[in-house]
């Protein structure tokens, strides 16, 4: 058995980092990486103000852009996934198969950056296998 990462993606920084880290752990591990972006429809008043099929295509090419930028020739098997829906719910679902969770510990929002951020507290709690939380640094070295 393959020993599998999944990492979260926003193209944040956070979310870089721990892409970065996710990549050199599987090359340790002969591992393979799988980087899931999840996306929602926006609240909006106005039925049909969004076009479903444009945002899932519009996150499928900033999860490409995003990999080709921070990994483009990565030494393991790097998969790509985009669901729809909340990404800790997401990423949750996405650790039933997977050997280990990575997730920045911040995303976009500057709010949600002052406190370890929902996402990665949810995930802490919740998921299906170990959490590793990666912070932005200028150590390359993930042992530290």
């Not at 911040?106 to 959490?131: D, E, I, Y």
Request: aromatic content about 4%; glycine content about 10%; charged content about 20%.
């Amino acid at each position: 058995m393959t020993y599998r990462l999944v990492v979260g993606i926003d193209s944040s920084p956070h979310s870089i980092a721990a892409l970065h880290w996710a990549l050199r752990l599987a090359e340790r591990l002969s591992g393979e990486v799988v980087a899931l972006f999840c996306w929602q429809m926006p609240f909006y008043g106005v039925p049909g103000g969004f076009d479903r099929d444009e945002l899932e295509a519009r996150a499928k090419a900033l999860l490409r852009h995003t990999i080709a930028e921070a990994a483009p020739d990565p030494s393991v098997p790097l998969l790509t996934l985009v669901a729809e829906g909340d990404p800790t719910e997401g990423l949750i679902e996405a650790s039933k198969n997977a050997n280990l969770l990575v997730v920045g510990t911040r995303g976009r929002s500057q709010v949600a950056g002052l406190m370890l951020g929902s996402v990665s507290q949810g995930c802490s709690a919740h998921a299906n296998c170990p959490v590793v939380l990666v912070k932005t640094s200028d150590d390359p070295d993930p042992a530290g």
